[in-house]
């Protein structure tokens, strides 16, 4: 069974930028169309980026131009770099699979943008 570790949240101002990872164990990991998602309490959970397995990405209208997501298959590892943060792209940051998501989702983590 896949687990995932995300990771490289934090608080940044207006502008700024984040790299974030996600670590995934188990099998099969190569295969697997990846994704970044986001969540802010009271509100769904939010596709903002994808990756196929040859590392074509797709991303949400929100983030285009300033996130790009990227893969290392031989680390089993997902990013994101996201640029000129705003405000809106406060939330906690998930990967998983897309779009069939594994049930064993990590915990996130923390990105608040603020000034």
């Known amino acids: 069974q896949v687990q995932l570790v995300e990771s490289g949240g934090g608080l940044v101002q207006p502008g700024g930028s984040l790299r974030l990872s996600c670590a995934a164990s188990?099998?099969?990991?190569?295969?697997?169309?990846m994704a970044w998602f986001r969540q802010v309490p009271g509100k769904q959970r939010e596709l903002v980026a994808a990756?196929?397995?040859?590392?074509?990405?797709n991303y949400a209208d929100s983030v285009k131009g300033r996130f790009t997501i990227s893969r290392d298959n031989a680390k089993n590892t997902v990013y994101l770099q996201m640029n000129n943060l705003k405000p809106d792209d406060t939330a906690v940051y998930y990967c998983?699979?897309?779009?069939?998501?594994?049930?064993?989702w990590g915990q996130g983590t923390q990105v608040t943008v603020s000034s």
């Open positions: 998983n699979k897309d779009p069939v998501p594994l049930p064993n």
């Open positions: 188990g099998s099969s990991f190569s295969i697997f169309r």
């Open positions: 990756i196929t397995s040859g590392g074509n990405p």
